[in-house]
């Protein structure tokens, strides 16, 4: 037998609210006697108090939250308005959920006609236009800027149920537009013949799916909006957590973001993006009278990362057809035996995804479990992805794979909403303030589609895809 071993994940900076900084210790401290007391910040200020740092700054927008979302979004709103924009993160860009993201921009998991559906649509489409653009300009093109691979995916399934919802979610999404095959096991075999999925099993085979690579993809997107620092449209400012909203104490509308080092005035919006971040920072930022409560929280997820792992040759991004059940549920499968303080609910699901990235790195998913923000490796749950990928692919159980030599394991937290679709829109009788959070384990791949939608509601347009499902209006007020 052959021993594995991860590669190794680069030291990210500390997560949010357990940053070594003065600052940041004092935030996270507030934040867990804002939960324990309810509100006990004077988070809505009429004016910074005199204590506040005298960094004070003049922008159009002010987005809080430096992932996927929030740079996607200042991102959008530098390229195509003239706005100017600062971006506040807590720690640093792929700090949060977005740094463990395994990168498929697929359409093989979506249900045609569903909330979420056009919005996907019309995100891929935009993640198609950006890497067609890197393509344009010649050297490494997309592959080398965005980790762009156009492998398609295979949603696969191994008994006959399962080849019966694989032909019937080929037909529907045939329908809507998508370029879907269904595969029986003999064809799958043919494409993709690491995969046993036994004599009943089989696929759908969506050519058209894609990849990125979420640390490129964040790294093109922040050297985008850089471009626009020296126009003095652009600011960054991170490990600087968001603490207060202050208000004008003439007309009471929200003026600015107080940060731990900096007071940022957005004229036009202020845009909370900080993923699963944003319940307890809202319930800062409105204070104890605010009835508004976005019930988003914190769904662990872990990765293994095996690098130039030659002994599997994979042709297309993989996922099991149980996945579509595994990321809308709150929990099904797996029960697992550990248990933290902070579990809300000790039962994890693990459903099989397998990805080889551009640098011939093979990646393995996924978990599902709530922990609330614990970044604790849990060595049964990488066991149990690793062997759920042993069920799909037969040479993964001939290697012992040795996870006490384990370096690289992605840890992230999707940001989840409890009816499985993102927020994003106006906080009620705050004309400037909206809120872009609640992907969940989509965050990647719809970013590009909710920073087209952002811009749009700032700027007052129609948009593209209708706004109204995700809205905060008529759903959690009161
Ligand atoms: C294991 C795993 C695999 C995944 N795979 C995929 C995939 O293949 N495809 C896909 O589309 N999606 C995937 N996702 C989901 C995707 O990663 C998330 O939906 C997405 O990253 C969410 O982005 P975000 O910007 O909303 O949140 P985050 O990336 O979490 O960013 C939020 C930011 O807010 C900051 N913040 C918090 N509090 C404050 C504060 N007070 N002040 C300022 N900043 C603050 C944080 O530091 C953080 O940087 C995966 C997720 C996981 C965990």
Same mark, same amino acid.
């Given at each position: 037998?052959?021993?594995? /071993? =991860?590669?190794? /994940? ?32 004077? *988070? ?9 740092? /005298? ?21 959008? @709103? ?53 890497? *067609? ?30 080849? /019966? ?15 879907? %095959? ?86 036009? +919006?202020?845009?909370? +993006?900080?993923? +699963? ?26 990765? @293994?990362?095996? %690098?130039? =792992? ?81 069920? =799909? ?32 829109? =106006? ?8 809120? +872009? ?8 791949? @719809? ?32």
């Amino acid at each position: 037998m052959d021993v594995a /071993a =991860f590669t190794s /994940a680069p030291n990210l900076s500390p997560s949010p609210f357990t940053s070594g900084s003065p600052s940041s210790r004092a935030h996270r401290l507030s934040l867990r006697a804002s939960r324990r007391r309810r509100h006990p910040l004077p *988070a809505l200020r009429s004016h910074p108090s005199a204590s506040a740092p /005298a960094s004070v700054s003049h922008h159009d927008v002010v987005v809080v939250g430096a992932g996927i979302v929030g740079l996607s979004i200042a991102r959008h @709103l530098l390229l195509h308005t003239p706005l100017s924009v600062a971006v506040a993160d807590a720690a640093v860009p792929c700090s949060g959920a977005t740094g463990a993201g395994q990168g498929y921009v697929w359409m093989s998991h979506r249900t045609p006609g569903s909330d979420t559906w056009e919005l996907a649509v019309r995100s891929k489409q935009l993640w198609e236009d950006l890497a *067609a653009e890197m393509d344009g300009l010649g050297g490494g093109g997309a592959r080398e800027s965005l980790g762009w691979m156009k492998t398609g995916s295979l949603l696969v399934g191994r008994t006959s149920e399962e080849l /019966a919802t694989l032909v019937e979610k080929t037909k529907v999404l045939s329908q809507a537009g998508i370029n879907a %095959e269904c595969l029986d096991a003999t064809s799958l075999h043919a494409l993709e013949p690491a995969l046993s999925v036994g004599n009943d099993g089989g696929a759908m085979f969506l050519p058209d799916d894609r990849q990125i690579d979420a640390f490129q993809a964040v790294s093109l997107i922040e050297k985008t909006n850089s471009s626009y620092s020296p126009k003095g449209r652009y600011m960054a400012l991170y490990n600087d957590p968001a603490m207060s909203l202050i208000r004008s104490e003439v007309t009471g509308r929200v003026e600015a973001v107080q940060t731990s080092k900096n007071i940022l005035y957005g004229r036009k +919006a202020i845009v909370v +993006a900080s993923g +699963a971040w944003t319940r307890s920072l809202l319930h800062s930022f409105l204070g104890p009278n605010s009835t508004l409560d976005i019930p988003v929280k914190p769904r662990k997820g872990h990765l @293994l990362v095996l %690098e130039k =792992f030659d002994r599997l040759k994979l042709n297309h991004g993989i996922m099991e057809v149980g996945y579509v059940d595994h990321q809308g549920a709150k929990s099904n499968s797996l029960p697992l035996s550990s248990k933290s303080n902070e579990d809300e609910d000790d039962a994890s699901s693990i459903s099989m995804t397998a990805t080889l990235n551009t640098k011939g790195h093979l990646v393995l998913g996924s978990s599902r479990e709530f922990k609330g923000f614990s970044r604790e490796v849990d060595k049964s749950i990488l066991k149990s992805i690793w062997d759920r990928a042993g069920n =799909f692919f037969p040479a993964l159980n001939n290697i012992c794979l040795d996870i006490d030599e384990a370096k690289e394991i992605r840890i992230g937290h999707r940001p989840y909403m409890p009816d499985g679709k993102p927020v994003i829109g =106006f906080v009620p009788d705050m004309s400037n303030v909206l809120i +872009a959070t609640g992907h969940e384990g989509s965050g990647l791949a @719809l970013s590009l589609g909710t920073a087209e939608m952002v811009t749009d509601m700032i700027l007052g347009n129609a948009g593209r895809v209708d706004f109204t499902p995700f809205s905060i209006e008529n759903r959690f007020s009161g």
